[in-house]
């Protein structure tokens, strides 16, 4: 299940004063994770989040994670008030080649002064390990602020603070296509089948 966060959403522009904390983006998938991780970082005022990466196929001119236009995410970023930098990838990249973009643009974030990048996983520590180490190499720490929170604890707090997120593609094998195209709130909850994790 893959959702679409809506401009509409308690996200405020970055905290901070820009001098005194930690100078940070966030890898921004459009979703409910990543817009619930900036709101986690934004209430801490360690951090100040300056920027929004997301990677795009720029062939289809879609977010790579979600199939979202770049108009919708365009929208986001300008809706959020944190500037936009994107991975611009071709529209099969293999891994090395995607690596070697990722590479490129994360040393480029590196000497704009940036130190810290946040991610909205909440499990699989393979990936996490994965990220983690490619940072290392550019001196760049990983904050992980959804990390191990029960996802179900996670999606009515994200309900509660008024995110509105819509549905956008669904794998059927586990979740029926009437569910593509809704928003999720507490009806969309009760309806999951057991085995779907919010």
């Known amino acids: 299940m893959n959702s679409w966060n809506k401009v509409d959403s308690p996200i ?43 990677s795009v196929n720029a062939v289809h001119n879609r977010i790579s994670m979600h199939g979202v236009r770049r108009e919708l995410l365009q929208a986001q970023a300008a809706s959020i008030g944190i500037p936009l930098t994107t991975i611009e990838l071709p529209e099969q990249p293999g891994m090395a080649e995607y690596e070697a973009l990722l590479d490129v643009k994360m040393k480029e974030l590196k000497q704009e002064g940036f130190t810290h990048t946040i991610f909205g996983d909440i499990f699989l520590e393979d990936l996490r390990k994965y990220r983690e180490d490619k940072l290392k190499a550019v001196e760049i720490s990983a904050l992980f602020p ?16 008024g995110f509105k997120t819509m549905v956008v593609c669904v794998n059927e094998k586990y979740l029926d ?18 085995n779907v994790d919010p």
């Open 177 to 194: 296509k009437s569910f593509c195209g809704r928003v999720i709130d507490e009806q969309f909850i009760k309806d999951l089948p057991a």
């Open 12 to 54: 405020n522009s970055p905290l901070g004063d820009g001098g005194s904390s930690t100078l940070t983006y966030i890898n921004w998938s459009g979703g409910k994770d990543s817009s619930l991780a900036l709101y986690y970082i934004q209430q801490q005022k360690e951090y100040t989040v300056e920027k929004l990466l997301t």
């Open 146 to 161: 959804l990390w191990k929170i029960d996802t179900l604890q996670l999606i009515h707090q994200f309900i509660e603070l």
